[in-house]
Structure formats: structure tokens, C-alpha cells
């Protein structure tokens, strides 16, 4: 049925629960929709699901998480967009408040077969409890994209989407992972 549209999107949650529910002729499938020139949105769960570092992951970005311990909070963050990230999402200057709550922290993955993914916005603070590691998340990318075969990624790890005056970031990035 992918066949039918030209993004997918995967929201919050659980990636390895999402993982679960679509099983592995569904990764395969999803995998394959990208491959062939369809867009892939990743918000906080969708973007675990897109990285290349757990083994129910896609595969889809060549990043992995900095650390195992993922329940780092729920709270407002701030973020800052690289100048791709204007481009792409929305011209906004200077630092912003996103709402946050448990999305990857990431760092770049070592895998050959994946092209290294491009930094949209950078978290300029941190939440930091359940024990997980405290100075990881500032500087780190809070929004990436990349380029998977013949289609295009983006991965949110924060919630625009829930953020009054962040409700534009998310249709911007599906007209990005769109374009031909």
C-alpha cells in the first residue's frame, strides 16, 4: 500500500515497539519505499526507528544514540537551526523553545553503506533525569536529514509538532522529503 503515497511518517512513542508492530516485511517495505524516492518523517520514536543502531532499526540514517539510557525527561528545550536548516524548515534566527521528551540524542554511526546525515538544528539545552548522562545533548543534533538511496529523511527528535509556533517545521520537512 506504500505505493500509493510519497511520505511516510512515523511519530512518538516507542521505536522498537513501532518496529514491532510493522515487523520485519514491514521495515523491509518501508526500507524499500524509501529506497525507490519516497520521503520518510521520523518524530522522536520515528526517528529512533530511523537510525542505523539498534537491530530493529531501519537503517535509514547512519547515526546511532550517544547513550542506552533514553528516558532523559520530558520538558522544554531549547534549539538552534544550522543554515540547511532555515532553508529546509523555516527561517528562524537565534535560539527557540521546542517541547522535548525522551527523542534520540545522537551521534554519527560508522556505517559504509550509509551517506553521513546533515544536521538541521542543534539542542542548546539539556534534560537530563532517570540517570541518563548529563552534558550529551547540548550541541548535539536535535533535527537531521539524509539521503537513503533514492529518497530523503528527516528525523525530529523533539516535538515541533506539539509546540505552539513550531507547527510549520514538520509540513516544511514533508515538503523537503517530497520534492523531486
Known amino acids: 500500500s506504500l505505493t500509493n503515497y510519497d511520505v511516510i511518517i512515523f511519530g512518538g512513542g516507542s521505536g522498537s515497539k513501532e518496529a514491532e508492530g510493522i515487523g520485519e516485511t514491514g521495515r523491509e517495505a518501508v526500507k524499500e519505499f524509501v529506497a525507490n524516492g519516497g520521503g520518510y518523517i521520523g518524530i522522536c520514536a520515528g526517528a529512533y526507528l530511523a537510525t542505523s543502531g539498534y537491530p530493529w532499526s531501519l537503517g535509514l540514517v547512519n547515526a546511532r544514540t550517544v547513550s542506552p539510557k533514553w528516558q532523559r525527561g520530558r520538558a522544554p528545550v531549547k534549539l538552534e537551526l544550522t543554515l540547511p536548516g532555515r532553508t529546509i524548515l523555516g527561517e528562524r534566527e537565534g535560539q527557540f523553545d521546542c517541547l522535548y521528551a525522551n527523542g534520540p540524542i545522537i551521534k554519527p554511526d560508522t556505517k559504509t553503506n550509509l551517506p553521513p546525515f546533515e544536521t538541521l538544528a542543534y539542542f542548546r539545552s539539556e534534560v537530563s533525569s532517570n ?14 536529514s539524509s539521503q537513503y538511496q533514492q529518497g530523503r529523511v528527516v528525523c525530529v527528535s523533539p516535538h515541533p509538532e506539539q509546540t505552539e509556533g513550531l507547527y510549520d517545521i514538520v509540513p516544511n520537512a514533508i515538503l523537503w522529503v517530497t520534492s523531486k
Open 131 to 144: 540517570g541518563s548522562p548529563v552534558g550529551v545533548m547540548i550541541d548535539s543534533p536535535a533535527i537531521f
